[in-house]
Each structure stands twice: as structure tokens, then as C-alpha cells.
């Protein structure tokens, strides 16, 4: 079985902000490219951040470079997104998977709505 589970998720108000954790299981965590998602609704999942297998590199949408920051804790098979001065336009489902994506199935995400 591989498993991310995405939490951290909840209202946040304009200029908050809010860190997001995936927990990931697997045998590959450790030298996979992980990325964070996201998808607002009736719009496409787009990319949001990435980060290679031991975080020296990482990688930003520009909508979101300088206020996101992705990292990874590998002796836990965990990624992390912290997300600061946010913008009711972050209202997202935000999910991790590798990157570049797979065929293996994505989660349920978690949700983050940000208010005005």
C-alpha cells in the first residue's frame, strides 16, 4: 500500500496563516520528488510547490513564491507547507503526491478556505 494523508487543513482569515502536513507511507518517500497541489473548486489541480528527495531544492508556482515555504522531515515520511499571508485566492483542496505526478491514486486532500 502507498498512503498520504494530508492534514492541517481549516479557515483561515486574509493574512493568516496556516502549515499543512502530508503523511506519506512507503518505501520510496525518502528519495521521491514531493509537491503540494492544489484545487479550488470548478477549477483544474494545479501545482503549488515542490522538493526533492533530501530538500535542497525546491521549487515555487509563482503565485506563490516568497509567502509559501515546502519542507520534508524523511525520518518520518512527512512534507510540510507552510503557508503565510495568505489570500482568499489560496482557497484551495490542497493535496501532496510526487512529482512529477504517478498513476497512484491521490488523497482526500485537505481543505483550506481563506476568508476576506
Known amino acids: 500500500q502507498v498512503q498520504r494523508v494530508e492534514s492541517g487543513g481549516g479557515l483561515v482569515q486574509t493574512g493568516g496563516s496556516l502549515r499543512l502536513s502530508c503523511a506519506a507511507s512507503?518505501?520510496?518517500?525518502?528519495?521521491?520528488?514531493m509537491a503540494w497541489f492544489r484545487q479550488a473548486p470548478g477549477k483544474e489541480r494545479e501545482f503549488v510547490a515542490s522538493?526533492?528527495?533530501?530538500?535542497?531544492?525546491?521549487y515555487y508556482a509563482d503565485s506563490v513564491k516568497g509567502r509559501f515555504i515546502i519542507s520534508r522531515d524523511n525520518a518520518t515520511n512527512t512534507v510540510s507547507l507552510q503557508m503565510n499571508s495568505l489570500k482568499p485566492d489560496a482557497t484551495a483542496v490542497y493535496s501532496c503526491?510526487?512529482?512529477?505526478?504517478?498513476?497512484?491514486?491521490w488523497g482526500r486532500g485537505t481543505q483550506v478556505p481563506v476568508s476576506s
Open positions: 503526491h510526487s512529482a512529477p505526478p504517478t498513476s497512484a491514486a
Open positions: 512507503g518505501r520510496t518517500f525518502s528519495s521521491a520528488t
Open positions: 522538493i526533492n528527495w533530501s530538500g535542497a531544492s525546491t
